[in-house]
């Protein structure tokens, strides 16, 4: 029931449950943080497709983040041109995952070529791509990654947009409130992430605008919300209810343990020592 309730009922985190998100870093992770070998990411870019592949039907829909270099020569993992992972390896492993049938792709980074048409290898998967900048242009430090994450979190964890200075009173832009409905689409997206990039960029020195490529622009990606759900239980022949904003809960253990916290508070639970 809780694993439900956060998986399918909190969609403004892209309904992505955690055993399925697999993160890929040049350093690896740890008090000691030092610089991966080009075999140890290589390594771990085909485990994390290979887990998505065993998943088998349970998986059709890939979301693919990548921030950080590319050229024409493809990804620069390691941030030089030495150590490059093309477009061409990129689109091998999307097509070797017989039960994905959707790519979804955020491009942060410079000259992202269009996966669907540029990466030299015809994929049988529907492609829908954002990308921070069009393909003909370099990238300065942009703010897509951030803005990016604010479209699907910032109305739920009520946070202020990167456009709204720490001093003004209200968290949102012009933009933030344009894009107040409850319902994310592909063109909802591309139209929030180039009304906050045109407005990051003004008066400096470079005027980048993010590209994107989708067939359906109605498909619904997220739901663009904030609410409580209220979680029926019974226990020992007494009926009760928990009501939760559960767009504050970020993993399912977290639910769990709160949601156990609670049951405890109320006597419903014994701990023995």
């Known amino acids: 029931m809780v694993e439900t309730l956060i998986i399918y009922m909190i969609l403004c985190r892209s309904c992505c449950s955690e055993k399925n998100v697999h993160v890929v870093c040049p350093t690896s992770q740890g008090s000691e943080s030092k610089k991966r070998s080009k075999m140890e990411i290589d390594r771990s870019i085909k485990e994390a497709f290979q887990s998505i592949e065993d998943a088998g039907e349970a998986i059709d829909t890939l979301i693919f983040v990548y921030s950080g270099h590319h050229d024409d020569s493809g990804f620069e993992l390691l941030g030089n041109d030495q150590d490059v992972w093309s477009d061409l390896d990129l689109c091998r492993q999307i097509e070797e995952l017989h039960n994905v049938k959707r ?7 410079c000259y992202p070529k269009k996966l669907a048409v540029d990466c030299g290898l015809r994929l049988t998967k529907k492609v829908v791509q954002f990308c921070s900048s ?21 109305k739920a964890k009520d946070i202020r947009c990167l456009n709204v200075e720490e001093t003004h009173a209200d968290k949102e832009c012009v933009s933030c409130k344009e894009f ?3 319902i994310i689409t592909f063109e909802k997206l591309a139209i929030y992430l180039e009304r906050h990039m045109r407005k990051y960029w003004e008066g400096k020195m470079y005027q ?3 590209s994107s490529s989708f067939h359906d622009s109605a498909w619904v990606i997220a739901f663009n919300m904030r609410f409580d759900a209220n979680v ?6 007494k009926e009760s209810s928990i009501k939760k904003d559960i767009t504050q809960i970020n993993t399912i253990e977290e639910l769990k343990k709160d949601f ?6 109320r006597k419903y639970v014994n701990v023995y020592v």
Do not use: H
């Not at 069009?134 to 979190?153: M, S």
């Not at 029926?232 to 022949?237: D, P, Q, Y």
């Not at 156990?260 to 508070?265: D, K, N, R, V």
């Open 232 to 237: 029926l239980f019974k226990i020992n022949g």
């Open 103 to 109: 790519v979804i792709a955020f491009l942060d980074c």
């Open 180 to 182: 107040n409905s409850d």
């Open 260 to 265: 156990i916290m609670e049951l405890f508070e």
């Open 208 to 210: 980048l605008n993010p």
């Open 134 to 154: 069009d393909t003909e242009y370099q990238t300065f430090g942009t703010a897509f990654t951030t803005f990016l994450i604010q479209a699907f979190t910032r």
